[in-house]
């Protein structure tokens, strides 16, 4: 009987004690709302703000972060002091130091993303929009946040990369300058002067609307091929992937079209077979001789 009066005494005293609260509860409740709608405002107003700079898209959404987690930080502790009148900025300090390590342990990724993230938004490259590769992933940056990026494909799928990936390793941006420089292997057969190949070459690419003539292209004769001297043209034009399949496309049928008014061939691979004995042909229509 004593540990169920005991029990009952413990149960209507934290009944009580939660009616009393319940002022402290409402009150608290208000200011997280309150804490909401000054979030947002606060954050409209930041873009107001940034929207007037040239900042980079990957550094607003930063700054509408950083704004919106100290308005909740101050907001949720204030509440909190309502509720618990005895927390103060030192108690409240002192407890998470306790369980920061417990804390770092267990949420070990989500804190690596997280100042991934922070790094990306703050350094220079690889800005919303561009074309990346990194880690087998190409596609454009649509959005950053403070834990993950999305990266379209250029198939049309959309690929959710956390920061930690991004920031540790190796990241192509293909789209840092508005042009770069592509390539293709043009073989001609070895009875062509090669001199005169090459100018025909250059011609036919100098003469394509995509490519940038005036950073100059490259016609290097670059190997002896099984059944052809190889050359290496190289050229500057768009840098996305879209325009380098177009100029990459015009150059291809440029060449073939000024190779063939030329009379200049590209073979096909030949083969040559060489046999040690001396093999039998027989004469055509002679039926006497069996066939070989």
């Known amino acids: 009987m004593n540990y169920i009066e005991t029990l009952r005494a413990q149960l209507q005293e934290m009944a009580e004690g939660f009616v009393e609260s319940l002022p402290s509860l409402a009150i608290a409740l208000f200011i997280v709302i ?14 107001m703000i940034v929207g007037r700079t040239e900042i980079r898209a ?16 101050i907001g949720l502790f204030v509440a909190a002091v309502v509720v618990i009148p005895d927390l103060t900025p030192a108690s409240l300090l ?33 800005r919303i929009g561009d074309i990346i590769e990194c880690e087998g992933i190409t596609g454009k940056v649509e959005h950053i ?19 930690s990936i991004l920031f540790k390793n190796p990241v192509e941006i293909f789209t840092d300058e508005d042009q770069r420089r592509h390539e293709v292997v043009v073989g001609v057969s070895y009875d062509t002067n090669l001199d005169h190949a090459a100018t ?18 490259d016609i290097f004769a670059q190997e002896f091929n099984s059944s052809s001297v190889d050359f290496l043209v ?38 040559t077979h060489t046999f040690k004995e001396t093999v039998p042909v027989s004469k055509l229509g002679d039926s006497s001789k069996p066939t070989p």
């Open 58 to 73: 990957s550094l607003k959404n930063l700054v509408d972060t950083a704004v919106r987690l100290t308005i909740w930080i």
């Open 145 to 163: 946040t403070l834990r993950e990026t999305h990266v379209r494909k250029l198939s049309g799928e959309l690929t959710v990369v956390p920061n």
């Open 34 to 47: 309150i804490t909401w709608i000054v979030a947002r405002f606060a954050v409209k107003i930041s873009d």
């Open 234 to 271: 190289r050229w500057w034009a768009g840098s996305t992937p879209r325009s380098g399949w177009e100029s990459k496309d015009k150059v291809v049928r440029g060449i073939k079209s000024a190779l063939d008014e030329a009379g200049i061939e590209i073979p096909f691979p030949y083969v």
């Open 200 to 217: 025909v070459i250059r011609r036919a690419v100098e003469g394509i609307d995509d490519v940038l003539a005036s950073k100059g292209i």
């Open 94 to 126: 002192a407890g998470l130091g306790i369980g920061a390590v417990a804390i770092g342990f267990a949420f070990q990724d989500i804190f690596e993303n997280f100042f991934a993230g922070i790094l990306i938004m703050l350094r220079e490259k690889m």
